[in-house]
């Protein structure tokens, strides 16, 4: 009698924002996908990592995991003819070997605009809230196919008035909770929602782990991250040191977590909980798909390049890191942490 199929293996995932370097994470979706040995059941999304997300369960819904791949490659085709007058402004992937040895970068056309949005805000330079992600995501999610997916999606975003992190999730996710998520105050007024203005999520949640540990969610957690950790050397011309602020930034807030459940786990590991506050408390297995190492000679400015053959090239190598992790880390899932959070991320 021939052996019956094993079950897929049920994971989470948590997305990491970084503008068009979500094009990565298109790829490791793409790539996850196709994996029958998993089974996606939870996401938790920052940023472009959300708008990665939404997209996938909007395709995911309506035809499954083939959808799902067609609902992403049409969401970043949007983004990419969207931006298309945008990148005029912004060196695109093929200028970059003449960025890194121009004597003149400081004065790139990115950073004259940041120069200018450091003097006046969004309020100032953008009357009529001008938007392009706006229309993409109101033509390429169905928010009524996000919202009836039994894959739970939790959507982070900055509250401006308390700071604090709101998680957005089931009936909450619309439109403008997924431009909260990715509202860099610099850029874009704030999202009001009910009367409260919101702004990026990865300020203080890039992504939120915690959604994931304080509900059924699979224990198996796949993180993928776009912002490298560690960074050789010290930055010393401007635009070095405001990429390296940009990155410390938006990995603070997951390192704060990640440290937080180390520390959980070696409680619970040796047992010195009470039998009370253990029941609070479950152990998760950690796994993690780096992009941020891949990414890590890509300059700040290219987050905001929407050129096609970038976007490509980057899904590219979301779907080659994907490969490797699968072929290498997926046999643990269900069993333990591919990582050692201490030495992966948190150990200088």
């Not at 948590?14 to 029958?36: I, K, P």
């Not at 200028?95 to 950073?111: G, I, K, R, V």
């Not at 975003?157 to 996710?173: L, P, Q, S, Y």
């Amino acid at each position: 009698m021939a052996r019956s199929a094993h079950k897929p293996k049920p994971v989470s995932l948590a997305l990491q924002g970084g503008g068009a370097h979500g094009a990565f994470t298109w790829g490791v979706l793409e790539r996850l996908s196709e994996c029958e040995t998993l089974d996606i059941r939870a996401i938790t999304a920052t940023s472009a990592g959300a708008m990665n997300a939404a997209a996938y369960l909007t395709g995911f819904e309506k035809d499954g995991p083939e959808g799902a791949r067609a609902a992403l490659e049409s969401f970043w085709k949007e983004i990419s003819r969207r931006g298309a007058p945008l990148d005029a402004l912004m060196p695109s992937s093929a200028a970059s070997d003449f960025m890194a040895n121009n004597p003149f970068t400081p004065w790139t056309p990115h950073s004259f605009a940041t120069a200018i949005t450091s003097l006046l805000s969004p309020y100032d330079l953008n009357p009529f809230d001008f938007n392009p992600l706006r229309e993409t995501v109101r033509e390429c999610i169905d928010f009524d196919a996000v919202r009836a997916s039994s894959v739970r999606l939790f959507v982070a975003a900055t509250n401006v008035e308390t700071g604090k992190v709101r998680i957005f999730e089931e009936g909450d996710i619309t439109a403008e909770a997924l431009l909260a998520s990715a509202c860099l105050p610099q850029t874009f007024r704030a999202v009001e929602i009910d009367g409260v203005p919101y702004w990026d999520g990865g300020y203080l949640g890039n992504p939120s782990l915690f959604p994931l540990l304080y509900t059924e969610a699979p224990k198996d957690v796949i993180l993928v991250t776009l912002n490298p950790i560690e960074r050789a050397g010290t930055p010393r011309s401007a635009g070095e040191i405001q990429d390296r602020l940009n990155e410390i930034t938006f990995n603070a807030s997951l390192l704060g977590e990640l440290r937080a459940i180390a520390f959980v786990q070696k409680l619970l590991n040796k047992n010195l909980l009470t039998k009370a506050v253990r029941s609070e408390y479950r152990k998760v297995n950690i796994h993690a798909i780096r992009g941020g190492e891949s990414l890590r000679e890509l300059r700040l400015e290219s987050k905001y390049d929407t050129s096609w053959p970038f976007l490509s090239e980057l899904r590219d190598k979301g779907r080659s890191y994907a490969e490797d992790w699968i072929d290498t880390c997926q046999p643990l899932v269900g069993k333990q942490s591919s990582l050692d959070i201490h030495q992966d991320f948190l150990d200088d």
